[in-house]
């Protein structure tokens, strides 16, 4: 069992940056892949970066590539997620979420039921 609790959301004008970081329970972390997912009102949960339990691994959704970086920090079971040229579009609650499904140190998993634990979220909104 890991709980999850994700900081650092806001409000930021289109082209800001933001980081998000994900703080995990228990000593076992770097069994865990992890994922960053977010939902924006009327539409469905989407897959946005995710990185494999090594940290040596890294995988985004097109829309977001070249302006986010997920990392992970095991030594203080903390998962990262650095925004940049942030856009009207990437307004939504971000989760984080931790699988252990992840059988291989530099697999990342990008499907939501692939994750077996999940953050409350956190709310990012960008103004154009």
């Known amino acids: 069992q890991v709980q999850l609790v994700e900081s650092g959301g806001g409000m930021v004008q289109a082209g800001g940056s933001l980081r998000l970081s994900c703080a995990a329970s228990?000593?076992?972390?770097?069994?865990?892949?992890m994922a960053w997912f977010r939902q924006a009102p009327g539409k469905e949960r989407e897959f946005v970066a995710g990185?494999?339990?090594?940290?040596?691994?890294?995988n985004y959704r097109d829309s977001v590539k070249g302006r986010f970086t997920s990392s992970r920090d095991n030594s203080k079971n903390t998962v990262y997620l650095q925004m940049s040229s942030l856009q009207p579009e990437d307004t939504g609650v971000y989760h984080c979420?931790?699988?252990?499904?992840?059988?291989?140190?530099?697999?990342?998993?990008?499907?939501?039921?692939?994750?077996?634990?999940w953050g409350q979220g956190t709310q990012v909104t960008v103004s154009s």
């Open positions: 228990g000593r076992t972390f770097s069994r865990y892949g």
């Open positions: 979420a931790a699988s252990t499904r992840a059988w291989e140190p530099r697999l990342v998993l990008s499907t939501d039921g692939d994750y077996d634990y």
């Open positions: 990185v494999s339990r090594s940290g040596g691994t890294t």
